[in-house]
């Protein structure tokens, strides 16, 4: 009876469980125009980055000067950049963390209007109706910063809680705050031997996929598209040293980057030579995700560095 008892009672509770946060989305739309009285504003040119715990985020974002649309109900600009964090992978942590996005407009003179929003998504849908109107929605803990009149170059902060991210190893380790030339030289010697991995079988590429939930590396190995980049003349270099800048944050990671170009080298332009659509577009996305645009490292407590996405 007992055992009946206390079954009956988690059945009961279950529906009434508090809705848990997945992921918290970040909204930013730097313009010129009135929300409230328009259905329309034209956002403002210029650069966009994203900085997550003080280490950048995917690549600069272009802004473009042109119409957006103002949702009706609540005169929310559309995002000229939206992340939602979920998407940040082993930079987020487990509890505390910052988010900050720096724009620089194109014309550091004129004003304009910039907003940054952000709202937690849960894993439960709530339903806000009175009378005859309401919504559903699973978005909580909504906030906006409202600049109303800046010019020039604007920098956003906001700190938030992400108790579902992982909590790894590396994110304990020490804060590097300097690099010794052997530091260096350690780090060159990783991003030597991930080049080295573009070459027949690609085995060390197809290692390096096999847990993405993006890319399925059987797929990629029956599509033949890194045999097909490889006879096509695709080839990744190594940098050098000297064309290398080292990024250190309030953390772990280093952050490595190449001067004037991406860190391997690829762009739109390496990829031409495949002829081949379908073959251009899986190597393209295989080799992006494999050989991105800088890279992170940590150096362990043994004194070793090891890469981390």
């Not at 339903?127 to 020039?152: E, I, M, Y």
């Not at 080298?265 to 991105?292: F, R």
């Amino acid at each position: 009876m007992k055992k009946l008892l206390a079954l009956a009672f988690i059945l009961l509770a279950a529906p009434f469980a508090p809705a848990a946060i997945i992921n918290v989305e970040f909204k930013f739309t730097p313009f010129t125009g009135n929300p409230a009285a328009e259905d329309h504003v034209t956002s403002v040119a210029g650069k966009a980055q994203v900085f997550l715990n003080d280490v950048p985020y995917g690549a600069e974002q272009e802004v473009k000067d042109e119409q957006v649309m103002v949702l009706a109900e609540e005169h929310e600009v559309s995002p000229a950049v939206w992340m939602p964090i979920s998407s940040a992978g082993a930079l987020l942590r487990k509890g505390k963390n910052k988010f900050r996005l720096e724009f620089t407009p194109n014309d550091l003179t004129k004003p304009y209007r910039a907003q940054l929003r952000w709202d937690a998504v849960t894993d439960q849908v709530t339903d806000d109706f009175a009378g005859n109107s309401g919504k559903s929605t699973n978005q909580t803990d909504a906030g906006l910063d409202d600049r109303p009149n800046v010019k020039g170059k604007v920098v956003f902060e906001h700190q938030f809680a992400a108790d579902f991210a992982l909590d790894l190893p590396w994110h304990h380790y020490p804060a590097v705050t300097a690099l010794t030339d052997e530091d260096k030289a350690r780090i060159v010697a990783l991003l030597k031997k991930r080049a080295d991995w573009f070459q027949p079988n690609f085995a060390g590429v197809y290692k390096a996929i096999e847990d993405n939930e993006s890319l399925k590396a059987d797929d990629v190995r029956k599509a033949h598209c890194l045999e097909e980049a490889y006879k096509s003349g695709v080839r990744i270099p190594a940098p050098t040293a000297g064309e290398l800048d080292f990024l250190t944050t309030s953390g772990p990671e280093v952050v490595v980057s190449r001067k004037g170009t991406s860190l391997f080298g690829l762009d739109e332009k390496s990829l031409a030579a495949i002829k081949d659509e379908e073959a251009q577009m899986c190597a393209g996305m295989v080799l992006a995700t494999v050989y991105p645009q800088r890279m992170g490292f940590v150096r362990k407590p043994d004194g070793t560095w090891e890469a981390v996405d």
